[in-house]
């Protein structure tokens, strides 16, 4: 382990050397690999690829060229209207409901726009919007994709899971399709779910053994408890619609999501970049894809070597697990009254000793996409070939900025 970490840090130093830094890179051999293993891990279901977890179109386009994957999970209407005019896929399934009224203007005014995407919803708010938008009769059919929420209700007022849907049981689920149904202009073509409690909740975290038990007992349970509620609202809703697809799972449960009878296709981003908070997975852990590096520019101790900025926090709960991590060298961990910072951030350890100006720092982000969000490209590394490509960002886009 401690071999092969220090042949990445040479391979990539000696890639990106002559690049100025903040530099990030992928190594496509690793997300190759990975792309790989994910498709094996699918029980032969196709895999939808989540841009949110990429946001770099030449990424999302080279998955999409490997067997076993298909289809994109945009995260929002306008980057599904953007990925479709580029060329990316001709089947984007946003997954999040929208309110963005000038793309579903867009979006009804294009008929080749309406029969790609299909849009997200699970209240009647969703489809009244689109109609203030444009009037049934005046437009193309959209396309709809009904969220069923896969949290874990086990009794009384105990709730686990995100709050997404509020269709819950498969009684809501019929009803709602039910109202789809009868209203003109929108076709009911999908079902999704997100067990974002399993998916994206690693089951073994570091040095908390007891918390790592209570999380497996309780993923178990809940699984147990959807294949069987999942199955009834999706029969609920094939009762008013033809469904194309049932969509569900992530990158943290893909092979749990597909062994159920009831999902056609599974979703997966973060596995092909292998984020820190994978690390914490007993099921299977991606290789790290995915990097950024950071310039020594102080000698403020001899066992402290300070990188300019740092500050590059994932979303979600605060604390230790969002913050990146100092990845290469190895024995590198940040000062328990600082962190990362914005602007610098010390880092000490035994391998602060070597470390002079100058020399890089090799971080691995928390999170998948949200690497993307602060660079304007990335540099896919190739053995010690590296090539530029564009982020989202890069492109002139930040769909939720």
């Known amino acids: 382990m401690i071999a092969e970490r220090i042949a990445l840090r040479e391979r990539l130093d ?126 193309p059919e959209i396309r709809v994709c009904l969220e069923l929420d896969a949290s874990w209700r086990p009794g009384g007022p105990v709730h686990v899971g995100v709050r997404r849907s509020p269709v819950h049981s498969p009684e809501q689920a019929g009803a709602l399709a039910r109202g789809i149904a009868a209203r003109p202009g929108f076709r009911l073509v999908a079902v999704m779910s997100y067990e974002a409690h399993i998916a994206g909740v690693g089951d073994m975290p570091s040095g908390q053994a007891v918390r790592g038990r209570a999380i497996r007992a309780m993923q178990r349970r809940s699984n147990a408890e959807l294949l069987e509620r999942r199955a009834a609202a999706v029969a609920a809703v094939r009762e008013h619609a033809d469904l194309e697809f049932v969509n569900g799972g992530g990158t943290g449960s893909l092979a749990q999501t597909a062994a159920d009878p009831a999902v056609t296709e599974v979703a997966a981003g973060s596995g092909l970049f292998g984020p820190t908070l994978f690390d914490q997975y007993s099921a299977w852990q991606p290789t790290p894809s995915a990097f950024f590096a950071l310039s020594v520019v102080r000698r403020p101790a001899p066992r402290i070597a300070t990188v300019l900025g740092g500050g590059w926090i994932a979303s979600g709960p605060t604390g230790p697990s969002r913050q990146p991590t100092p990845w290469l060298p190895s024995g590198l961990r940040y000062r328990r009254d600082e ?63």
């Open 339 to 401: 962190g990362a910072g914005e602007v610098q951030t010390p880092l000490v350890g035994a391998a602060a000793e070597q470390l002079r100006p100058g020399d890089r720092v090799w971080f691995r982000h928390a999170k998948a996409g949200e690497l993307s969000e602060h660079v304007n490209e990335v540099h896919l590394v190739d053995g010690a070939s590296t090539t530029p490509v564009p982020t989202y960002r890069g492109e002139g886009h930040a769909f939720l900025g």
């Open 14 to 139: 000696r890639a990106t050397g002559h690049l100025e830094t903040p530099v990030a890179a992928v190594d496509l051999a690793a997300f190759d690999a990975n792309a790989t293993a994910l498709a094996a891990r699918s029980a032969g279901k196709p895999i939808r690829v989540a841009s949110k977890s990429v946001r770099v179109r030449a990424l999302v386009e080279r998955v999409l060229r490997r067997p076993g994957w298909s289809g994109v999970m945009a995260y929002t209407l306008p980057e599904a209207i953007w990925l479709v005019r580029r060329g990316v896929s001709d089947d984007v399934l946003v997954g999040y409901p929208s309110v963005h009224r000038a793309a579903f203007a867009e979006l009804v005014a294009d008929p080749d726009l309406a029969a790609t995407i299909t849009v997200m919803v699970d209240h009647p708010a969703h489809l009244d919007l689109i109609d203030q938008v444009a009037a049934p009769g005046g437009r």
